[in-house]
């Protein structure tokens, strides 16, 4: 960023807000009235295509935002309150297509997240309980051909997921409806990408990554971040 506009009044920030990339076009715009956002605010690319839309009441996200590719296709949708995603979101590809249409409560996932190939064609739905994933139902390529899903039920155990071809994407271990455990992923061939453990939903101790000719290329330690 290249730099801001903005004005003080009685301390405060209370004007038309706009913030500037490098070649000098705007990378956002809004309003401050009594030192908090209010009103719409735009988020630009660098491009100086839009990426994302929305009002802002008391300095929180509030009401229907919307967000952009660079190329300006929408690709998501939902509704903020108090600063944290509440009710229906969807979500597209590049092309329009659905590719995501679920529910959040206080900024979590709940309830039946359904998700989609650009087909049409159902992935696989989700079943969510205040952010945690708690069942899944059948896995389908592409083509519609049902896939082995894994042993994972009730916030427990093993999930497999697929590329769209049906050639195995990763096996996940979950507990408690979080990643906890041993996660493998595979490039498409069948050789291993990625490899190493979850603990709540984050990667922990040291990571191995793998070539597509399943040759390692390289290591990570999480627990040093």
């Known amino acids: 960023v290249l730099g801001r506009e903005y004005y003080y009044s009685n301390g405060l920030l209370d004007s038309v807000y706009h913030e500037y990339f490098d070649n000098g076009l705007?990378?956002?715009?809004?309003?401050?009235?009594?030192?908090?956002?209010?009103?719409?605010?735009?988020?630009?690319?660098?491009?100086?295509?839009?990426?994302s839309i929305g009002e802002y009441v008391s300095d929180l996200k509030t009401g229907v935002w919307k967000y952009f590719t660079e190329t300006g296709a929408l690709e998501s949708e939902g509704e903020f309150k108090f600063g944290l995603k509440t009710g229906q979101w969807i979500y597209y590809y590049p092309s329009g297509k659905l590719q995501s249409i679920g529910s959040f409560a206080n900024d979590e996932k709940v309830g039946l997240w359904g998700h989609f190939y650009e087909n049409d064609q159902v992935i696989q739905d989700e079943n969510w309980k205040l952010g945690k994933l708690s069942d899944v139902g059948d896995y389908f390529s592409i083509q519609g051909q049902i896939l082995p899903k894994g042993n994972f039920a009730n916030g427990n155990g093993t999930r497999r997921t697929y590329y769209p071809t049906g050639e195995l994407r990763s096996k996940e271990?979950?507990?408690?409806?979080?990643?906890?455990?041993?996660?493998?992923?595979?490039?498409?061939?069948?050789?291993?990408?990625?490899?190493?453990?979850?603990?709540?939903?984050?990667?922990?101790?040291?990571?191995?990554?793998?070539?597509?000719?399943?040759?390692?290329?390289?290591t990570r330690n999480f627990s040093l971040d």
């Open 173 to 218: 271990v979950y507990q408690n409806g979080q990643g906890n455990g041993h996660w493998t992923l595979y490039h498409i061939g069948g050789n291993m990408e990625s490899e190493g453990d979850y603990r709540d939903n984050e990667k922990v101790g040291v990571w191995k990554y793998y070539n597509k000719k399943g040759k390692l290329i390289g």
């Open 26 to 51: 705007i990378s956002v715009e809004g309003k401050y009235k009594f030192g908090q956002k209010t009103g719409t605010w735009l988020s630009m690319y660098v491009s100086g295509q839009l990426y």
